[in-house]
T-cell receptor
Framework: GAGVSQSPSNKVTEKGKDVELRCDPI?????LYWYRQSLGQGLEFLIY????????KSGLPSDRFSAERTGGSVSTLTIQRTQQEDSAVYLC?????????????FGPGTRLTVT | TQLLEQSPQFLSIQEGENLTVYCNSS?????LQWYRQEPGEGPVLLVT?????EVKKLKRLTFQFGDARKDSSLHITAAQPGDTGLYLC?????????????FGKGTKLSVKP
């Protein structure tokens, strides 16, 4: 079946511009996660959605970062007034909330470069 | 703050060699997962270990969860070039917010033919 898809695969933007990154989770997965992976680093948790509950935003690094999940499916991560330190690969994952081990399935990521 | 330390950070070996990578923490995790990530792709789940002392085998890969559920190891027997990639461990945040996995920085493995 179809996996997690993300778009665009690459995004180059100028410092100060806003960007939107999109994630389409696996159909039927109620949990959706956003992570950031910088070069040589592990995954940094950003935000988590579970069904209709309020999202866990505890990982967002600043108020320039926000995310929405419409209709319990597609999610958009928005970064306002981008800075060079925002350059990274942004990964989205989804999982079946009923799975007690919360196994996550990742998309290929969006590589963001802020010039 | 819970942290997962992975070692070694880099590992370059010849095809056919055995290797072990480690994932250590001072915190207890209710479960721990191992992922492999190839360049330009997202991580792919290899295994989840839940019970202290648990050992799981996946072909030539053997995963072990420490008795105290604070550490884990991944052993690869007779490594092949196809094993090349970034190996990440991730611990489920014990008693913390649901769905928050704590990731290590990974071990970058290169297996040369």
């Amino acid at each position: 079946g179809a996996g997690v898809s993300q778009s665009p695969s690459n995004k180059v933007t100028e410092k100060g511009k806003d960007v939107e990154l999109r994630c389409d989770p696996i159909s039927g997965h109620t949990a959706l996660y956003w992570y950031r992976q910088s070069l040589g680093q592990g995954l940094e948790f950003l935000i988590y959605f579970q069904g209709n509950s309020a999202p866990d935003k505890s990982g967002l690094p600043s108020d320039r970062f926000s995310a929405e999940r419409t209709g319990g499916s597609v999610s958009t991560l928005t970064i306002q007034r981008t800075q060079q330190e925002d350059s990274a690969v942004y990964l989205c994952a989804s999982s079946l909330a009923a799975d007690i081990s919360y196994e996550q399935y990742f998309g290929p990521g969006t590589r963001l470069t802020v010039t | 703050t819970q942290l997962l330390e992975q070692s070694p950070q880099f590992l370059s070996i010849q095809e056919g060699e055995n290797l072990t990578v480690y994932c250590n923490s001072s915190s207890v995790f209710s479960s721990l997962q191992w992922y492999r990530q190839e360049p330009g792709e997202g991580p792919v789940l290899l295994v989840t270990v839940v019970t202290g002392g648990e050992v799981k085998k996946l072909k030539r890969l053997t995963f072990q969860f420490g008795d105290a559920r604070k550490d884990s190891s991944l052993h690869i027997t007779a490594a092949q070039p196809g094993d090349t990639g970034l190996y990440l461990c991730a611990g489920e945040n014990y008693g913390g917010s649901q769905g928050n996995l704590i990731f290590g920085k990974g071990t970058k493995l290169s297996v040369k033919p």
